[in-house]
């Protein structure tokens, strides 16, 4: 065999070694979310006088923990390459279930496990659709997106649930030092665990190899099916857990709690680094761009900005982070050629 059988084809450089960990670490997704976060907190800094107040900075974590909370296990959902439209219609019936049982009497802990059975049961029903009947994930949670937040108006109407007990109030409002509220230390602490099952485990290893190819992994030996659907149940499991802090936050159960949040969870997914089409993520990108939608949405509310704007700006900014990469790849293709 010649040295010409083995040369590189036409119009590919064939590098001679490859990048250092530390160089791939910098120019990494994650790294670069993360000069954005920066630059984003100096701006909003200027922006505002009152930015920079610690019980200010304490007020922006409020704006993401939740939808944070979501995010993780949806980043897990989405590598596998399945989708869960319905977490916000979730948050909205387990919080009307815990309203209803407000109403007979259950305290708190009573509460606080009605609120995530609830959201277990309903993450469960969709992995059901999905991994049993064969249904596509994006249809059967649009269908369960309606179902679940229909029947929470169908229960409350116009009313609103109150009246919740003082010790109740902790998982939303409280602080566990100084100005580190309780939602946010758990926040970092379901982020680790998160991180080591999605980066250190054989089971995280099952969900990006699912996503790269369900079929190759299914003759691999991996239980597709009962990987997607634990992965559904943990969505719903986030949902409820996001549910007993936003309730306990806001104090009141009502059928519109957390509109459209869906939207904004996909878009800190995805922003993060998760591919939309599944395979690939991490999720530390997740938890930076978490971060990055807490300060731009807290940036843009101490301007003043109206809420319509801001949701302008997450459509947009979704758009943007699905198409971003898309265009890239086609630019790569044409150089190449």
Not at 85 to 112: C, E, K, N, R, Y
Not at 273 to 287: A, D
């Amino acid at each position: 065999m010649n040295d010409q059988s083995i040369a590189a084809p036409a119009g590919r450089k064939i590098p001679d070694r490859l990048d250092s960990p530390a160089k791939a670490a910098v120019f990494s997704w994650p790294s670069l979310l993360l000069a954005v976060a920066v630059g984003i907190f100096i701006l909003n800094s200027f922006a505002s006088p009152y930015f920079l107040s610690p019980w200010s900075l304490s007020d922006a974590t409020f704006n993401f923990t939740e939808k944070g909370l979501i995010a993780l296990a949806m980043a897990l959902l989405i590598i596998s390459g399945e989708i869960d439209l319905s977490v916000a219609a979730i948050i909205a019936l387990a919080s009307t279930a815990m309203g209803l049982a407000l109403q007979f009497g259950v305290d708190t802990p009573g509460l606080v496990a009605i609120g995530v059975l609830t959201g277990v049961l309903c993450g469960m029903f969709n992995g059901f659709l999905v991994t049993r009947l064969g249904l596509p994930s994006i249809v059967v949670t649009i269908g369960t997106m309606s179902f679940f937040r229909g029947i929470s108006y169908i229960v409350l109407g116009d009313q609103a649930f109150k009246g919740y007990p003082d010790s109740f109030d902790f998982f939303g409002q409280g602080y566990v030092f100084w100005v580190v509220s309780f939602e946010f230390a758990f926040f970092l602490v379901c982020a680790l665990v998160y991180y080591v099952v999605l980066h250190r485990t054989n089971f995280g290893r099952q969900i990006f190899v699912i996503g790269n190819n369900p079929v190759a992994a299914r003759f691999s030996g991996v239980r597709v099916e009962r990987v997607k659907f634990i992965l559904f149940c943990l969505t719903g499991l986030m949902s409820g857990l996001a549910a007993v802090a936003l309730t306990s936050r806001l104090a009141s159960t009502r059928p519109s709690i957390a509109f459209a949040w869906e939207l904004e969870v996909v878009t800190i997914v995805v922003l993060g680094g998760v591919s939309i089409l599944g395979g690939s993520g991490t999720i530390q990108g997740v938890v930076i761009a978490a971060f990055i939608m807490g300060l731009v949405t807290f940036g843009l509310g101490l301007l003043n900005v109206p809420g319509i704007v801001m949701s302008i700006f997450i459509g947009a900014l979704l758009i943007g982070v699905i198409a971003l990469p898309i265009l890239i790849s086609r630019l790569r293709q044409r150089m190449a050629k």
